[in-house]
């Protein structure tokens, strides 16, 4: 992009969006993460403590955003905890939906009070839906259905931390960190700039995509907000129905070198969040990325929504995914544990990072308490999914697409096909790739009758993944398909 495109998009999102916004773009765009180095890192890393040294966590979690979900976990079982984030902890910028049994966590635990959960819920959809440009409506019900207030989410768990005896520390940004063989030192700098350090049992680096250690490939920026005085209706694709939640949807082709895609949930009465989103390789992020994406937002939102759209609050940010089919970020140490977007281990197809977070914290709370006492290093808890190193591919060939004019429809038309086997195989098979819950077989039985339609899904995996990728791919699924425990019960059943 040259620099009078880039001056354009600012000038333009100022007047429609104020400065801010812009200033908060121009912050994240510049923020390219190199894998090597976290955006505020010591030149000379802290002492790693020696055997023996007092510790004074049992737990200290870098980053207060959706990882502040662990720590009263972990508080309430008797640890001692500390999370420390650079700005205010538990505050967030975003806007959240999920599924169902993705809440069921929140009180199960014993984190929350099932009733305040039940009030978090802003919206729930009869259905959603899919729709290509140019193909098909696919409605599923079950997936995606519940749109949650991201805000109070947060600010009841940040009550909670504090009500259970976890050590806050806002405004206190993370600078470097050394493990030793039984603990690890942390060191911070304070509000004021001075720097210090402490030392815990265990280290969890929550955060997110500014982690050092966030070494995923692929992102997903993704751009828009609140928005009110969007025409309602139903069965009008340019009208919200405040009862239908809108998944993936597509206005137009391949422009730009992205298939960009729409998302919209109706929250509260007369609000919308809106997104527009696209899949890239992490090593092609350019500065000035989100504010084009943004730019782009206003300039098409006519073509997808009617009336007289106001944005009441904007989110945006760029969610890490990992195919898979690289190494994927790991800790160095088996007392740094990886967790959140700075671990990537959700679904790099669908991005949910807060309902694969919303699955995982009980898991992964579990196994630091069970470390804590054992006194050793947890290594890496979160549950990975068999299926991600298959729909991993698929994300590299919607972070990929083909460039040229005439393939402009390629991602639509295979996408449609895609879309419309998987309604074929059932609300539940459909619900449950949506939830990031599909078993191999499944997966293997929908994409292999997708490319019997459209064969040309294999000329676009063998482009991204090359000859011996592409065969590791298939033989992976393959035997994946033939002994994973699923197709052995399948068969039994
Ligand atoms: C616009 C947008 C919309 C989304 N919508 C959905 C959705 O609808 N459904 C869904 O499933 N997922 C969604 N996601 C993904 C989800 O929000 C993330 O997966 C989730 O927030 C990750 O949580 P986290 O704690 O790992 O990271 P974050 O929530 O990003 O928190 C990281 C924290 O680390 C702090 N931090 C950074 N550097 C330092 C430092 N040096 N020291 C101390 N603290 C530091 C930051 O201040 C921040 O508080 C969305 C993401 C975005 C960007």
Redesign the pocket.
């Known amino acids: 992009m040259t620099m009078q495109a880039a001056h354009r998009d600012a000038d333009f999102l100022r007047e429609i969006a104020g400065p801010e916004l812009v200033e908060r773009l121009k912050f994240l765009d510049a923020s390219i993460p190199t894998g090597a180095a ?3 890192s010591l030149p000379v890393p802290p002492a790693a403590p020696v055997r023996g040294d007092h510790c004074d966590f049992d737990v200290v979690i ?6 502040l979900l662990l720590a009263p976990v972990l508080a309430a079982r008797g640890l001692r905890v500390a999370v ?4 205010h902890i538990g ?2 910028h ?5 599924s169902a049994e993705e809440l069921a966590p929140l009180w199960e635990t014993g984190l929350l009070p099932r009733e305040t959960v039940d009030a978090l819920v802003l919206n729930r959809y009869r259905h959603g839906f899919c729709r290509w440009h140019g193909g098909g409506t696919y409605p599923v019900t079950g997936a995606l259905d519940h749109a949650v207030d991201a805000s109070a989410l947060l600010e009841a768990v940040r009550s909670r931390a504090e009500a259970t005896g976890v050590r806050l520390y806002d405004r206190h ?3 470097g960190d050394a493990a030793g063989p039984d603990a690890v030192r942390v060191a911070f700098q304070t509000p004021e700039g001075a720097s210090s350090a402490v030392t815990a049992r265990i280290f969890v680096d ?6 050092p250690r966030a070494r995923a490939d692929l992102t997903c920026p ?1 751009v ?1 907000g609140v928005f009110t005085g969007l025409a309602e209706g139903a069965d009008d694709p340019q009208r919200i129905d405040p009862t239908v939640g809108e998944i993936l949807v597509t206005t137009e082709g391949i422009v730009e070198g992205r298939q960009h895609i729409w998302e919209a949930f109706p929250g509260r009465r007369g609000e919308t969040t809106l ?1 527009l989103f696209a899949y890239e390789p992490m090593a092609s992020r350019r500065p000035g990325d989100l504010t084009r994406l943004y730019a782009r937002f206003f300039e098409r939102l006519p073509d997808y929504k009617r009336g007289d759209a106001r944005m009441v609050r904007p ?5 890490p995914g990992w195919s898979r089919q690289v190494p994927g970020p790991v800790s160095e140490h088996p007392r740094i544990v990886l ?4 671990a990537a281990r ?1 679904s790099p197809l669908t ?7 919303l699955r995982s914290f009980g898991p992964v709370a579990d196994a630091l308490v069970h470390a804590v006492w054992k006194g050793v290093g947890p290594g890496d808890p979160t549950p990975e999914e068999p299926i991600h190193s298959l729909t991993g591919a698929l994300a590299l060939v919607m972070a990929r697409p083909p460039t040229a004019p005439e393939s402009v429809d390629s991602l639509n038309t295979l996408l449609d096909a895609a879309f419309r086997r998987l309604h074929g195989l059932g609300d539940a098979a459909y619900r449950d790739l949506i939830r990031d819950r599909l078993d191999v077989r499944r997966f293997v039985k929908f994409a292999w009758s997708t490319s019997r339609e459209r064969p040309e899904v294999y000329d676009a995996v063998f482009r991204v993944l090359g000859p011996m990728g592409a065969a590791r791919w298939g033989l992976g699924a393959a035997t994946r398909a033939l002994f994973s425990p699923t197709a052995a019960a399948a068969d039994a059943g």
Do not use: Q
Request: glycine share 22%; proline share 2%.
């Open positions: 976290g955006f505020l870098a980053g207060g955003g959706l990882s420390f984030d650079r700005g505050a967030v975003r806007e959240w939906n999920c940004p993370v600078i929550a955060r997110g995509s500014a982690s993704t828009g997104y989110t945006f940010g760029h969610i967790f959140g977007d700075a959700h991005f949910c990072g807060f309902g694969k977070m």
